[in-house]
């Protein structure tokens, strides 16, 4: 399993792009990353999952250089109701469960 | 509205006493996912299952047990065995074991004592 490293926590303004760069040096070549989104006493959400280079999607973008053993989720212009827990997962296609680990996250706060 | 359901949202249960906490997906969804997460961490896997009749334990299935007849249904049972019962537990399900797009129910707070 690739293990990640994320900061873990962040404070923003509002109308701020916001940044969180994971770390993911043991990345597998049939691995992929996926961001996951919490809010207090609810399930994650899945935000958005990329291989390589950039993926964008309505709410986020995610930004995976060549060596793939960071990446970075891009959140534009967030406000107060983007203050969450943000997991960055790396896993690979095998079919097995186990393969997705889920650790501490980011906490996101969004001040006014 | 497809999605995931879990009840109740709050459990409560004396020590020694077997728990069940209901999982049910409209989604037609193959695998589902149980996790539990405690204060301040991430989740842990639990048990997962592929396909119905079949499930395979996750990274801390000690104290837990499932089952899977149905492909709608995949309930938990912690178990007196369960040293740490008191978490909040989350059900997922996904098209495949292989997607990354899991979908989460709302989670039941057990609190044992």
């Known amino acids: 399993l690739a293990k990640t490293t994320q900061p873990i926590s962040m404070d923003s303004y509002e109308g701020q792009e916001v940044n969180i760069t994971c770390s993911h040096n043991?990345?597998?070549?049939?691995?992929?990353i996926t961001w996951y989104q919490q809010f207090p006493s609810q399930g994650p959400r899945f935000i958005i999952q990329g291989y390589k280079t950039k993926v964008t999607n309505e709410v986020a973008s995610l930004f995976i250089p060549a060596d793939r053993k960071s990446s970075t989720l891009s959140l534009p212009r967030v406000s107060l109701s983007d203050t969450a827990v943000y997991y960055c997962l790396v896993g690979g296609p095998s079919g097995s469960a186990r393969q997705l680990t889920f650790g501490s996250g980011t906490q996101l706060t969004v001040l006014p | 509205d497809g999605g995931i359901t879990q009840s109740p949202k709050y459990l409560f249960r004396k020590e020694g006493q077997n728990v069940t906490l209901s999982c049910e997906q409209n989604l037609n969804h193959d695998a589902m996912y149980w996790y539990r997460q405690d204060p301040g961490q991430g989740l842990r896997l639990i048990y997962y299952?592929?396909?119905?009749?079949?499930?395979q334990k996750g990274d801390i299935a000690e104290g837990y047990s499932v089952s899977r007849e149905k492909k709608e249904s995949f309930p938990l049972t912690v178990t007196s065995a369960q040293k740490n019962p008191t978490a909040f537990y989350l059900c997922a399900s996904s098209r495949g074991s292989d997607s990354y797009e899991q979908y989460f129910g709302p989670g039941t707070r057990l609190t044992v004592t």
């Open positions: 299952s592929q396909i119905v009749n079949d499930f």
């Open positions: 043991n990345i597998a070549t049939n691995d992929y």
